[in-house]
């Protein structure tokens, strides 16, 4: 009876809402592309994810020439938690496999609480 039609229904509904996912991360792809990110870091301060001393801290011009990956992440984000720890051992691996300046990742935190931020980074082993 109706079963089939429910169910080609519910696959269409699937569809189209991995089509609409698709398209807003290619969509954001675009826009991450098009952030002239060098102006925007300018002489910025990056707080190393161990939570040291800001004056201790890197400025943006230790990425010049390197490959850089931005990652958006936050403690409350539980994809974002299990993906994580998958990323730090890739980067590690990265890191054995090429030359040191060959790769940085720079974590951008929605966690507002910097006492957060560094106790995820912390379990993650950033």
Same mark, same amino acid.
């Given at each position: 009876?109706?079963?089939? =039609?429910?169910?080609?229904?519910?696959?269409?509904?699937? @569809?189209?809402? *991995?089509? %609409?996912?698709?398209? $807003?991360? &290619?969509? /954001?792809?675009?826009?991450?592309? =098009?952030?002239?990110?060098?102006?925007?870091?300018?002489? @910025?301060?990056? *707080?190393? %994810?161990?939570?040291? $001393?800001? &004056?201790? /801290?890197?400025?943006?011009?230790?990425?010049?020439?390197?490959?850089?990956g931005l990652y958006f992440t936050a403690s409350w984000c539980g994809p974002c938690r299990r993906f994580t720890p998958k990323l730090v051992q890739l980067y590690e691996a990265a890191a054995r496999a090429s030359p040191p300046?060959?790769?940085?990742?720079?974590?951008?935190?929605?966690?507002?609480?910097?006492?957060?931020?560094?106790?995820?980074?912390?379990?993650?082993?950033?």
């Open positions: 009876g109706s079963r089939p =039609a429910e169910l080609r229904s519910l696959t269409e509904a699937v @569809s189209d809402t *991995e089509a %609409a996912v698709r398209g $807003a991360r &290619a969509s /954001a792809v675009r826009a991450a592309a =098009a952030v002239p990110w060098g102006e925007v870091l300018g002489s @910025s301060r990056l *707080e190393p %994810a161990t939570g040291s $001393a800001a &004056a201790d /801290a890197p400025g943006a011009e230790r990425l010049r020439g390197r490959v850089v300046d060959g790769l940085e990742l720079v974590l951008v935190s929605w966690d507002e609480i910097g006492d957060e931020r560094r106790e995820y980074a912390r379990q993650a082993g950033m």
